[in-house]
Antibody, heavy 120, light 109 residues
């Protein structure tokens, strides 16, 4: 059974940093692109970042470029999101998702999400 | 950046058909995926590559994509179909970014 379990969320002050983790199991993690998708309270889904199987390609939504960094450790079956210079508008549930072996694939498996709250 | 527009809400009686549209410039040239999200839960893929259905998703869910509109159709709607639905595409022209639609709340009357 595929499992994606996020952790690392919490309350952080504006301008602060947070590192999210996603532990994957039940599939060959190193064979799949991975993503972070977020959802602000009461709002829709917003794609945040993608990373290729070997980490050689990374893509970000414009609003987080230069502030967030996606990374992965295939030996640990883990995905990460380093979030710096956090803003109130980054407050959201952050989901880890797998999306297949190529760009344009669907997000086929999702974690349950971890809540990040940016507030003073 | 690429924009996907969905109606905010769709209401449908049990047993009837719900159609949810997703509008985007020449979306027919892209692959569209659809997700169902119930309150407090993670999204679930219900249609991928315009019209394919993952295992475990009822045949009542179907999809189409042409021109500037993609459509998710739910036939013989059940109370359990009440949820938010999102379309999604990958836009190769805007620095390889994925885009979600604005979302549609389906209410079963």
């Amino acid at each position: 059974e595929v499992q994606l379990v996020e952790s690392g969320g919490g309350l952080v002050q504006p301008g602060g940093s947070l590192r999210l983790s996603c532990a994957a199991s039940g599939f060959t993690f190193s064979s799949y692109w991975m993503s972070w998708v977020r959802q602000a309270p009461g709002k829709g889904l917003e794609w945040v970042a993608n990373i290729k199987q070997d980490g050689s390609e990374k893509y970000y939504v414009d609003s987080v470029k230069g502030r967030f960094t996606i990374s992965r450790d295939n030996a640990k079956n883990s995905l990460y999101l380093q979030m710096n210079s956090l803003r109130a508008e980054d407050t959201a549930v952050y989901y880890c998702a797998s999306f297949g072996t190529a760009l344009a694939s669907p997000f086929d498996y999702w974690g349950q999400g971890t809540l990040v709250t940016v507030s003073s | 950046s690429y924009v996907l527009t969905q109606p905010p809400s769709v209401s449908v009686a049990p047993g009837k058909t719900a159609r949810i549209t997703c509008g985007g410039n020449n979306i027919g040239s892209k692959s569209v995926h659809w997700y169902q999200q119930k309150p407090g839960q993670a999204p679930v893929l219900v249609i991928y590559y315009d019209s394919d259905r993952p295992s475990g998703i009822p045949e009542r869910f179907s999809g189409s994509n042409s021109g500037n509109t993609a459509t998710l159709t739910i036939s013989r709607v059940e109370a359990g179909d009440e949820a938010d639905y999102y379309c999604q595409v990958w836009d190769s022209s805007s620095d390889h970014q994925d885009v979600f639609g604005t979302g549609t709340k389906v209410t079963v009357l």
